[in-house]
T-cell receptor, first 113, second 116 residues
């Protein structure tokens, strides 16, 4: 079955830093991959979706890359702000083992003012 | 355009009772996913439905749990004879098309189930 890991599990940085969150998955037969953020006690918000044929996707200060063959994706956050504090989750879409999104455990980010 | 609506927001049940969780997808969305999140754990897939059909239920426990998405009305996740281990946040998500169409997934705010 699809296994998803995220590194680091937690990250604390001062405001203004650029940072990289990593996601690895075992089944590379995916259609796409989404990055989400989750604020405490709330649902998830989709940040970016990268199709399997794409290498990267950008939205504002966020840039996500996808290396499907090696089972890796990274989320790059430029000039971090306290409002970016949240848990970030990656979710590869489908694969050989089912028609669903499998979520990683997340990276808990704290951006200190 | 209202987002994905889940109700109730909080649900308290005693052991042995039934829990019914409702999810109304975004307008124009016919694909619904249910996930469960235990405290300090990640989101675990339960079931994926398209109108009137279950597409993938590989994450659904074999007993006591069922889901439906009728032609009219919300999707329902039903848990019979709840036990304390069912206490969790249950999230519903919807999309316009299946995964292969590269549509984004939109989540509701979740239902927090507490079993006493």
């Amino acid at each position: 079955k699809q296994e998803v890991t995220q590194i680091p599990a937690a990250l604390s940085v001062p405001e203004g830093e650029n940072l990289v969150l990593n996601c690895s998955f075992t089944d590379s037969a995916i259609y796409n991959l989404q990055w989400f953020r989750q604020d405490p006690g709330k649902g998830l918000t989709s940040l970016l979706l990268i199709q399997s044929s794409q290498r990267e996707q950008t939205s504002g200060r966020l840039n996500a890359s996808l290396d499907k063959s090696s089972g890796r994706s990274t989320l790059y956050i430029a000039a971090s702000q306290p409002g970016d504090s949240a848990t970030y989750l990656c979710a590869p879409g489908a694969g050989n083992y089912g028609q669903n999104f499998v979520f990683g455990p997340g990276t808990r980010l704290s951006v200190l003012p | 355009n209202a987002g994905v609506m889940q109700n109730p927001r909080h649900l308290v049940r005693r052991r042995g009772q039934e829990a019914r969780l409702r999810c109304s997808p975004m307008k124009g969305h016919s694909h619904v996913y249910w996930y469960r999140q235990l405290p300090e754990e990640g989101l675990k897939f339960m079931v994926y439905l398209q109108k009137e059909n279950i597409i993938d239920e590989s994450g659904m426990p074999k007993e006591r749990f069922s889901a439906e998405f009728p032609k009219e009305g919300p999707s329902i996740l039903r848990i019979q004879q709840v036990v304390r281990g069912d206490s969790a946040a249950y999230f519903c998500a919807s999309s316009r098309g299946q995964i292969a169409t590269n549509e984004k997934l939109f989540f509701g705010s979740g239902t927090q189930l507490s079993v006493l």
